[in-house]
T-cell receptor, first 117, second 115 residues
């Protein structure tokens, strides 16, 4: 069965520093997709970054990058130069193999990030 | 993200009443998903719909819950005879296609409180 694990319930980071949020996944399928979403206190789910299992390079989107280590089945999110507005809950999610009848996402339990001034 | 519109944002119902949550996907998106987020938990898949069809409802409770995505109009998640355990945030997401790399965008959620 597919599973996403986020082992850090909460983290602190100083403003302007970089922070890594951990995510490991478990799947026996060779093709899948990995997502990171941000959920601020207002509640909406904001898409941050996507990594396909066959992508050769790690995904980057502005200050967000995904440290994808396929052999270790990890997809850690790196936020560079943290800002106060980055304080939020962060969810890692996995999508099942390409070509499946559904693209339902499997979510981790989330990491609450607090950026300190 | 703002393209997926959900309403109402907040809904309060007494036990036994019905709750109807609406979702209009992003323009051009024909794939709609509903997820539920219980307090202090991640999102859990409920149902996947395309226009006029339920494709995957493996995450839906067997009773009291139903979903539709008619040819015209928004997708509706309907919860009959609500109980306190139904209190949660319900998120709708949409996608233009299921091709690899297609991002799934979420709405802002509907918070249901059952009193």
């Amino acid at each position: 069965a597919q599973k996403i694990t986020q082992t850090q319930p909460g983290m602190f980071v100083q403003e302007k520093e970089a922070v890594t949020l951990d995510c490991t996944y478990d799947t026996s399928d060779p093709s899948y997709g990995l997502f990171w979403y941000k959920q601020p206190s207002s509640g909406e789910m904001i898409f941050l970054i996507y990594q396909g299992s066959y992508d050769q390079q790690n995904a980057t989107e502005g200050r967000y990058s995904l440290n994808f280590q396929k052999a270790r089945k990890s997809a850690n999110l790196v936020i560079s130069a943290s800002q106060l507005g980055d304080s939020a809950m962060y969810f890692c999610a996995m999508r099942p193999p390409y070509g499946g009848a559904t693209n339902k996402l499997i979510f981790g339990t989330g990491t609450l990030l607090a950026v300190q001034p | 993200n703002a393209g997926v519109m959900q309403n109402p944002r907040h809904l309060v119902r007494r036990r036994g009443q019905e709750a109807r949550l609406r979702c209009s996907p992003m323009k051009g998106h024909s794939h709609v998903y509903w997820y539920r987020q219980l307090p202090e938990e991640g999102l859990k898949f409920m149902v996947y719909l395309q226009k006029e069809n339920i494709i995957d409802e493996s995450g839906m409770p067997k009773e009291r819950f139903s979903a539709e995505f008619p040819k015209e109009g928004p997708s509706i998640l309907r919860i009959q005879q609500v109980v306190r355990g139904d209190s949660a945030a319900y998120f709708c997401a949409s996608q233009s296609s299921t091709l690899p790399g297609n991002t799934i965008y979420f709405g802002e959620g509907s918070w249901l409180t059952v009193v």
